[in-house]
């Protein structure tokens, strides 16, 4: 008995140390080993302290200890109770036993039924929900449990066969011993029992929220890698010309500020022709604008497929105008792009009745310029429309350099 009390007692401390502020099942798990020592002092006390406290109060704390354990599986299993039903056996104990203290053999069968319905109980609920609890550790509290039946059920039996002695609850017989030593194992098995059960659920649960977070994080990279290629989608947008698909004139003007900063820095020349449809205002006017967005879109196509070159960049510049920055090269070989754009639009043969060449065409004005000093990239684009110009007055479908 000393045993049972010093091992119940260590166990309940360590217990409650560990549960402080964590865990209610494992509080209400010590606070069931603590009454189980509570009660065993009790009964080593037997015969030098009152009936009263070393009966009644035993046995009360006895079986509200057992209904601890039960309050604690059903806080594992986070199930509702009512309470006071579970707590209704420590009730009537009471007040039996307060009406039967000289009744042995009675205080011996109400006790044995009323304990071994507990933990009964406790055996139930955990086999109820044995498949919804992960892990082995249920698997020895119910063993526990049944062990712990079974005794109570015994106990009751040699009470009421006359097998077990009555004059005092250290007499020593068969089922007394048993009794004692199945609680120590008991004590073992309901202890393991529930830390295993607890710790089970925890890396259960830690197993489940590792592979929610993973799918969370699968999931954010999938919206990350979508985001990502919308803002790619957008920043694409933002620098093309919705018409034509060319860059549009804020990207030109942001791609011709680096190209003649990295002009500047190596001191080479840096190149842009200016193209513009021949007397698109009449091809509008004669077609439609319906016709006249066709025709953008397919100049725009020869243009871009004729600067094919890695440094080049075609652009619409607005309206009819296009651009193109020729990075690497020098007027030469820039005339001769512009000629043979010039040769691409016209070989399209798009029909333009108020063409002087009958089809569409369009005139290059080709600029170079290396950037030092006080000039500017604005100089370089005037000097390109200039040459422009000088193409259209010259009878358009051609090239004029700057």
Known sequence: MVTIIVTSSAVAIALAAVAYRRSRVMLAWSGALALHAFTYGLFVLRGQISDLISILLANVALVSGLTLFVEGILLFQQRR??????????VVLGLSFSFLLDAMQARLVI??????????????????RRHETSGRGQYILMTGFLFATLIFLARIVGTLT????????????????????????????????????????AEHELFQNREILRQQNA??????????DANRKLEALSITDGL??????????????????????????????MIDIDLFKRYNDCYGHQAGDDCLIKVA????????????????????????????????????????????????????AQSPFGKVTVSIGVAAMIPGGETSAEALVFSADEALYRAKNAGRNQVAVG
């Open 81 to 90: 109770a009512r309470h006071w039903l579970i707590w209704l056996p420590v």
């Open 111 to 128: 006790s044995g039924v009323i304990c071994a319905g507990l933990t009964a109980t406790a055996l139930i609920t955990l086999i109820q």
């Open 162 to 201: 006359g097998q077990m002695e009555l004059a005092t609850f250290l007499a020593n017989n068969q089922i007394q011993t048993l009794t004692f030593l199945t609680a120590i194992i008991d004590l073992t098995l309901l202890s393991i029992g529930m830390v295993l059960m607890i710790h089970e659920r």
């Open 219 to 228: 999931t954010l990279k999938d919206y990350s890698d979508e985001l990502k």
């Open 244 to 273: 034509t698909g060319l860059y549009n004139r804020r990207h030109f003007d942001e791609v011709l500020a680096a190209e003649w900063a990295r002009a500047r820095r190596a001191g080479e020349a840096l190149v842009i022709l």
């Open 301 to 352: 196509g020869a243009l871009q497929g004729g600067a094919r070159r890695s440094g080049d960049m075609s652009a619409r510049y607005g309206g009819e105008e296009f651009v193109v920055i020729a990075s690497d090269t020098d007027l030469v070989q820039a005339k001769v792009l512009g000629e043979s754009l010039c040769q691409a639009v016209e070989s399209m043969e798009i029909p333009h």
